[in-house]
């Protein structure tokens, strides 16, 4: 019997591991990636922690298809990224309807930075805030990283007013990326600063995040009638609303969203992109390395991130 080929991989339960066994193409319609970068979430630890998927920690990759399933889409040789669980890997096998080509103007680093936090803020306007162009967006947690993708993403996709909550040590860079106004959330509020009823979608990127927080009622009573909260985190019982199809929320205008991978909406993110409308923030690149992968999860921890943490898998 031949023996299992290996490769490093940064294992569930947040060790780093050079014996993981390397991955085989699947079926005919997947697609075997190198790994050159990859990208992290505060996702990746809430698993880890209730053991919820797989072996292999990390969703967010950017890598070259060594072997493409003929059904794939997909050849060796193309350059493309993705979200699927196993990124934090040498090798990843993925569908090939969860990947696309990367955008051709930006590293793999800067790529690595893409999937979770722009796939999470696209659908969250285009598909669950009714977005149109012209809207007035409010988003919490600017600074972070999908909350920074959300700032770049309203930006490209025309809203009128952008306003970003966030730490007062951010803001300019937050106002750089596209916001139209900040609020320091230790020095002001929402409420103090905006009328009911004055904007189309609120995008909550911190509430239920780690710290007991909690904007639910002060920025849904400044949504406009049939305005939008997109909430990503919440407690036990939105959760339970969100599996049973309960409505939550005053006038149920609060959507718990699960990002839902796909060619598609990797394809647009590539196409704004690559027309000169935003590039990715980068917090911090790392070498895929025991020490720095322990730095990297602590930083991300830590809640303290401006943009996104990234690993070079390749040396």
Request: hydrophobic share 40%.
């Amino acid at each position: 019997m031949a023996a299992t080929l290996t490769m490093k991989a940064y294992m569930r339960g947040l060790e780093f591991n050079g014996s993981a066994p390397k991955p085989e193409l699947q079926d005919d319609e997947s697609v075997l990636v190198e790994v050159h970068a990859a990208g992290i979430n505060p996702v990746d630890y809430k698993a880890d922690e209730k053991m919820m998927v797989g072996n292999v920690t990390g969703l967010d990759f950017t890598g070259t298809v060594v072997q493409g399933g003929a059904n794939s889409g997909f050849s060796e040789g193309d350059e493309v990224y993705g979200a699927n669980w196993g990124a934090l890997a040498d090798f990843i096998c993925v569908k090939g309807v969860k990947v696309s080509l990367k955008p051709q103007n930006l590293s793999f680093e800067q790529t690595a930075a893409l999937p979770t936090a722009y796939m999470t803020g696209y659908q969250a306007f285009m598909r669950h805030g009714k977005f149109e162009e012209g809207n007035k967006v409010l988003i919490l947690g600017a600074s972070g990283g999908c909350g920074l993708a959300g700032v770049q993403l309203a930006k490209a996709l025309g809203a009128s007013e952008i306003v970003g909550v966030c730490s007062g040590k951010n803001r300019d860079i937050v106002m750089e990326n596209g916001a139209t106004q900040v609020i320091d959330y230790r020095a002001s509020s929402v409420s103090q600063e905006f009328a009911e009823g004055y904007f189309d979608i609120v995008y909550d990127c911190a509430s239920g995040s780690g710290a007991g927080e909690n904007y639910y009622e002060e920025s849904e009573s400044r949504l406009k009638q049939g305005g939008i909260n997109v909430i990503l985190n919440g407690p036990a019982d939105e959760w339970v609303k969100f599996f049973s199809g309960q409505p939550s929320g005053p006038d149920g205008c609060r959507k718990l969203i699960l990002t839902d991978g796909n060619t598609g909406d990797l394809r647009s993110i590539a196409e704004l992109i690559e027309n000169g409308e935003f590039e990715p923030i980068l917090d911090t690149v790392y070498p895929f390395n025991a020490e720095s992968l322990e730095a990297g999860f602590a930083k991300l921890k830590s809640r303290r991130t401006v943009g996104k943490i990234v690993f070079k898998m390749l040396e």
